[in-house]
């Protein structure tokens, strides 16, 4: 999801670019919720912190 949006995993690095274009120090909200595993959690952080504009990536998780 992006935006409470569902997209496909595919798009989601394309999408997030455009929404932060154009900022220079953008934070950038992660959620995984008890089902994402935590390998595909790690993918979308680590591809997300090299993007241009991101300033910070903040991971949130579910509350037990």
Do not use: C, F, M, P
Not at 18 to 40: F, L, P, T
Request: no cysteine.
């Amino acid at each position: 999801y992006l935006n409470n949006q569902l997209i496909n995993n595919s798009d989601l690095i394309e999408k997030v670019q455009k929404q932060i274009a154009n900022k220079s120090d953008a934070v950038v909200y992660v959620n995984g919720d008890g089902k994402a595993q935590y390998e595909h959690i790690a993918q979308v952080v680590d591809k997300i912190k090299y993007l241009t504009g991101v300033e910070h990536v903040v991971l949130g998780t579910e509350k037990a």
